[in-house]
């Protein structure tokens, strides 16, 4: 009935139709992604996403629901839970090569410089299905001594020991940030 209230342009009636199906039927999923549908259309993102989280608990390989909730965890800002649901998309999915570039360019904000180099150099050859890059947890050990100290006046850094080159700075797409960890219940992004 909700569809076909829905192809007579019969929108709120169609919704109503579709609300009983889940209601008499939690798990029909079709009438989920309807419902998920409505609420996009109408922008209620907070109800488009509970559809989804639903198919999800009744089939977690619904690749299209693991996608389509991503984009809202990334419309609302909490990448955690995108990036979640785009790598559970990617496992069901992995040819897609946009979503893969996508995940990528979310990611950076997150890495480090040296990681946004091999991101980009990764991203530049032609090898097939490359692993993401994953933050790396470090140690909260002081690193200071490593640190390249001033020297002379005017608090100009040393130049790098002779035989090393300076690491080159990545294309101006986007800048990586520090990204402060946690001193206790170090927790990792999926």
Do not use: C
């Not at 989804?52 to 619904?62: A, N, R, S, T």
């Not at 299905?129 to 200071?144: E, G, I, L, R």
């Amino acid at each position: 009935m909700g569809d076909l209230y829905m192809d007579m342009g019969e929108e709120k009636k169609a919704v109503e139709q579709y609300k009983a199906a889940t209601d008499l039927d939690p798990q029909n999923i079709a009438a989920h992604y309807q419902l998920a549908d409505h609420y996009e259309g109408i922008r209620d993102w907070g109800n488009a996403r509970n559809q989804y989280l639903k198919i999800l608990d009744l089939d977690p390989e619904q690749a299209l629901a693991h996608k389509q909730v991503a984009k809202i965890y990334e419309r609302d800002d909490d990448m955690g839970n995108a990036l979640y649901h785009w790598n559970k998309y990617l496992q069901i999915v992995p040819d897609d090569e946009a979503a893969r570039r996508h995940v990528a360019d979310i990611r950076k904000p997150l890495l480090t410089k040296k990681q946004v180099e091999q991101l980009e150099r990764e991203k530049a050859s032609p090898t097939p299905h490359v692993a993401p890059v994953v933050p790396q947890v470090t140690s909260n050990v002081d690193n200071t001594a490593a640190a390249p100290q001033p020297a002379g006046q005017g608090g100009a850094l040393a130049p790098p020991p002779a035989g090393t080159f300076p690491t080159p700075t990545p294309s101006a797409q986007l800048v990586p940030v520090e990204v402060a960890q946690p001193t206790s219940g170090i927790a990792t992004i999926p």
